[in-house]
């Protein structure tokens, strides 16, 4: 049914969560923040989150050291629970 799909837009922040870990593995962490907070918002869990590649390019756009403090992004969560994360079309 149409009314299982869930599509949301989220300002995921992440300044907070990689000031806190050393520099090299700051987009690593960025990667697992979002992760964190697309879970908790569309209450689904961390293994059912998939994140798409070009969110992926965005964070490493400025190296490993330097991810957004902020990212936009656009979450769909499936009938059968999985949620897909990419980038909002503007």
């Given at each position: 049914?149409?009314?299982?799909?869930?599509?949301?837009v989220y300002n995921v922040p992440l300044r907070?969560?990689?000031?806190?870990?050393?520099?090299?593995?700051?987009?690593?962490?960025?990667?697992?923040?979002?992760?964190?907070?697309?879970?908790?918002?569309?209450?689904?869990?961390?293994?059912?989150?998939?994140?798409?590649?070009?969110?992926?390019?965005?964070?490493?756009?400025?190296?490993?050291?330097?991810?957004?403090?902020?990212?936009?992004?656009?979450?769909?969560?499936?009938?059968?629970?999985?949620?897909?994360?990419?980038?909002?079309?503007?």
């Amino acid at each position: 049914m149409a009314d299982d799909l869930v599509e949301r837009v989220y300002n995921v922040p992440l300044r907070a969560a990689t000031r806190r870990v050393p520099r090299p593995k700051r987009t690593q962490r960025a990667i697992r923040a979002i992760s964190e907070h697309v879970a908790r918002h569309m209450k689904a869990t961390e293994d059912d989150v998939w994140i798409d590649s070009p969110i992926n390019e965005a964070i490493w756009a400025k190296g490993r050291e330097k991810p957004p403090a902020t990212l936009r992004v656009r979450a769909i969560r499936f009938e059968d629970g999985v949620v897909e994360v990419s980038l909002p079309e503007e």
